[in-house]
Nanobody, 123 residues
Framework: QVELVESGGGSVQAGGSLRLSCAAS????????MGWFRQPPGKEREGVAG????????VYADAVKGRFTISRDNAKNTVNLQMNNLKPEDTAMYYC????????????????WGQGTQVTVSS
């Protein structure tokens, strides 16, 4: 059963930081490349960061490169997203999920999502 619980969102001013966490069930987490996705208001969901099973390989969307850092703790089945220098355009609902990379684009591997965590960045 796919279980994903995201947390850590909030409201910050531009330039601020937030750290998101995602707790996944062992079924969801094990042996999966994991990703963070976001859905801005009125827009489609997009992949922003991904990390390999061992954590040695990461990939980022161009919009967040140099500002966001994805990490994982395999002992705790958690995936984190450190977000620095936040911008108003980062405002979105953020989700984590098993992922894959197709043509350089981070895509969800499954169709199941958690409840997400809201990030709001004011200018």
């Amino acid at each position: 059963q796919v279980e994903l619980v995201e947390s850590g969102g909030g409201s910050v001013q531009a330039g601020g930081s937030l750290r998101l966490s995602c707790a996944a069930s062992a079924y969801t987490y094990s042996s999966n490349f994991m990703g963070w996705f976001r859905q801005p208001p009125g827009k489609e969901r997009e992949g922003v960061a991904g990390i390999s099973v061992g954590g040695g390989n990461t990939v980022y969307a161009d919009a967040v490169k140099g500002r966001f850092t994805i990490s994982r703790d395999n002992a705790k089945n958690t995936v984190n997203l450190q977000m620095n220098n936040l911008k108003p355009e980062d405002t979105a609902m953020y989700y984590c999920a098993p992922a894959l990379v197709v043509g350089g684009v981070i895509r969800p591997k499954l169709r199941s999502w958690g409840q997400g965590t809201q990030v709001t960045v004011s200018s």
